[in-house]
């Protein structure tokens, strides 16, 4: 294989592992590409709990296949508290224009180096290092975005990374999966109430 055409395929390789999904779709999930199971063990058990509350008020379900995930940043362990390099930098302003140029209807981000990505595509200020969200500050987060959630606008909703395999007792097994409930029915109202907003169903 010639050197234009093996890195040809390698751009084409390394963008599928950065992204999957359809951009159109108004549900986008950006991940932590040193936490790729993110999707599995945090959006998976969330997703079901949607899923079952909407058919139960909707009989329709979420075409769960078009849903855009994407890698929040190519390949750094944290988002620096202070500078920001330029292959950050990079990652912001090209992830930014697809979100204003695409217009998704809900962001999921997972965990402190994700959500404060989003902040910095949004401008937001102050610009907090990735160890202040801490699950008590991202809860919080949570909270004030289905509080202020407005679909005609992106609302950008962060999860905390809660991933069962650290459960080590059925106490552990239990607030896991409650958290995983609680968070699901409120995104599943937001959902239930802007139905007729949201190209998403089957």
Same mark, same amino acid.
């Given at each position: ?8 395929? @390698?751009? +084409?390789? =390394?963008?599928?592992? /950065?992204?999957?999904? =359809? ?7 950006? *991940? ?9 063990? !945090? ?17 329709? /379900?979420? &075409?769960? /296949? ?13 988002? %620096? ?6 292959? *950050? ?18 962001? +999921?981000?997972?965990?402190? !180096?994700?959500?404060? +990505? ?17 699950? @008590? &500050? ?7 975005? !289905?509080?202020? +959630? ?7 909703? %962060?999860?905390?990374? /809660? ?5 080590? &007792?059925?106490? =552990?097994?239990?607030?896991?999966? &409650? ?16 139905? =007729?907003?949201?190209?998403?169903? !089957?």
């Amino acid at each position: 294989m010639s050197r234009v055409l093996l890195n040809n395929y @390698s751009t +084409f390789v =390394d963008s599928i592992k /950065r992204e999957s999904g =359809d951009k159109s779709c108004p549900i986008w999930l950006l *991940v932590n590409p040193k936490y790729p199971e993110d999707t599995t063990n !945090i959006w998976s058990p969330i997703l079901y709990e949607i899923q079952d509350m909407v058919y139960r008020k909707l009989h329709a /379900r979420i &075409n769960n /296949r078009n849903i855009f995930v994407s890698h929040a940043v190519s390949d750094i362990v944290r988002v %620096p508290s202070t500078s920001i390099n330029a292959e *950050v930098a990079n990652n912001i302003e090209v992830l930014r224009e697809s979100v204003f140029e695409h217009q998704p209807k809900l962001i +999921f981000t997972f965990g402190a !180096i994700t959500n404060e +990505f989003v902040r910095r595509i949004f401008y937001r200020k102050p610009e907090n290092g990735s160890k202040y969200w801490s699950t @008590s &500050n991202l809860g919080d987060e949570f909270e004030r975005s !289905i509080a202020n +959630f407005d679909i005609s606008q992106i609302n950008w909703i %962060p999860l905390v990374r /809660r991933i069962p395999k650290t459960c080590k &007792n059925l106490k =552990d097994w239990e607030e896991s999966n &409650n958290y995983y409930r609680d968070v699901a029915a409120k995104i599943a109202a937001k959902i239930i109430e802007n139905k =007729d907003s949201l190209k998403i169903w !089957i």
